[in-house]
């Protein structure tokens, strides 16, 4: 099968070298056939060898690999690469097992399949696109995951009204692409919740922040603590089941709130150590006085385009100061930036900002990722988004 070719620039060929899954619109020297949005191409050189197959996107970034080798686009190929992904998930333990049924089937350029985010939450499977490409794939992924999930599977929702580039035009619309509307508690860690998968953020939950709500529960035990940005409250409950003197949980939303107490209730039915608060973050902090002395910061992203990315610095240098200044001596801060834009490096020189703005004594007890079933492909940095850390205030 042949796709429309792609010519890259002379020695624009040399971050494919090295896999980089990305080809940047100003790399493209010319395009042999005229290639819509989400179709199929092949890469070549300038000396007009074969370099890899991918989607073709209009944008700054122009083509999202698939392959660095000659192969075709069919169902047995998103078979395979959905196999492969469900097959290091079974490795990690995160399969079939009551204690775990919620998990991130596939992440991305981390699996190979850039563009694409499959999230599990105990029978249902909620797909998001994130490229045109993987849009129109979107039937064939469906028919993938129902075999290889089998019977665990009874329904797959599309989630990318909010995802899909907006210029594409697509009249998309979330909805069921197999199975009907389900009400699913997933279980994390032993923990249970609802998800809304069809208007919460992202897929319904945060996955990614599982093994940091394992940690916070190591050190909530007699702590007050305050849950900021708390969506659907997954740090409240793992901070209850680790014996929390009190848990205060606030976010802007008013539907995230209702939906932390049915989680908390969920977990701990009338439990009198949990309150939840619909309120700004900054306005509660700077009213919060000296009542906590654990707090989680985890914030959404501030900056998701590098042009905003200096007034997002000041919003998490604002954020972290305020809770250095208010949290109370031998107090512990969870703090976390989901901005890809803001490197690792550039996160923690903030929060040091923050913390002399604050006049506190501060130490980094532990520095924060995202896990194992988000992997980072090794040739795409970019793909490390979560970062955070845990900090001593003195």
């Known amino acids: 099968m042949s796709y429309t070719k792609v010519i890259l620039k002379p020695k624009k060929e040399e971050s494919l070298q090295r896999f980089h899954p990305w080809i940047f619109s100003g790399a493209i020297q010319s395009i042999e056939g005229k290639p819509e949005e989400g179709d199929i191409v092949d890469v070549y050189s300038s000396s007009r060898h074969f370099l890899a197959v991918g989607h073709y996107q209009i944008g700054s970034i122009a083509v999202r690999i698939l392959s660095f080798k000659e192969t ?20 990690l333990g995160l399969v079939g097992t009551e204690y775990n049924n919620t998990y991130r089937l596939v992440h991305g350029e981390g699996d190979n399949l850039p563009g694409l985010i499959v ?27 129902k075999a290889i999930l089998g019977d665990d599977l009874h329904t797959v929702y599309y989630k990318s009204e909010t995802t899909l580039p907006f210029k594409a035009n697509l009249d998309n619309e979330d909805g069921y692409l197999y199975g009907n509307e389900v009400e699913d ?23 990614d922040q599982r093994d940091n709500r ?33 848990v205060h949980s606030v976010d802007s939303s008013s ?17 009198p ?9 900054f306005k ?33 240098r604002k954020l972290n100061a305020i809770a250095f200044e208010k949290i109370k001596p031998g107090g512990i801060v969870f703090t976390f930036s989901c901005s890809q834009v803001v490197s690792r490096e550039t996160f923690r020189l903030t929060v040091f900002s923050a913390a002399a703005q604050a006049g506190r004594n501060v130490r980094i007890l532990h520095q924060l990722s ?21 900090l001593h205030v003195e």
């Open 72 to 91: 075709i686009i069919d169902d047995s190929f998103w078979l395979e690469h959905i196999r492969k992904a469900y097959n290091l998930r079974v490795s």
């Open 119 to 145: 999230d599990i939450y105990a029978h249902t499977a909620v797909m998001q696109a994130h490229s045109v490409g993987m849009h129109y794939a979107r039937h064939q992924l469906t028919e993938a995951l």
């Open 185 to 207: 508690v997933a279980v994390e860690n032993g923990l249970k919740f609802y998800v809304d998968w069809q208007k919460g953020q992202k897929t319904g939950f945060f996955v």
């Open 214 to 246: 394992a940690l916070l529960e190591r050190y909530a035990a007699g702590r007050s603590v305050l849950n900021m940005f708390c969506y659907t409250g997954g740090f409240s409950f793992y901070a209850m089941r680790g014996k929390a003197r009190l």
């Open 255 to 271: 539907k995230a709130i209702y939906l932390t107490k049915k989680n908390v209730e969920l977990n701990f039915p009338g439990d």
């Open 273 to 281: 150590r949990h309150g939840a608060f619909a309120e700004d973050a």
């Open 284 to 316: 509660y902090l700077e009213k919060a006085g000296d009542a906590y002395d654990l707090i989680i910061l985890d914030p959404p992203a501030f900056a998701k385009h590098k042009n905003v990315l200096r007034n997002a610095l000041q919003g998490y």
């Open 370 to 390: 995202q896990p194992a079933d988000h992997p980072i492909n090794i040739y795409h940095p970019e793909g490390e988004y979560l970062k955070g850390l845990v």
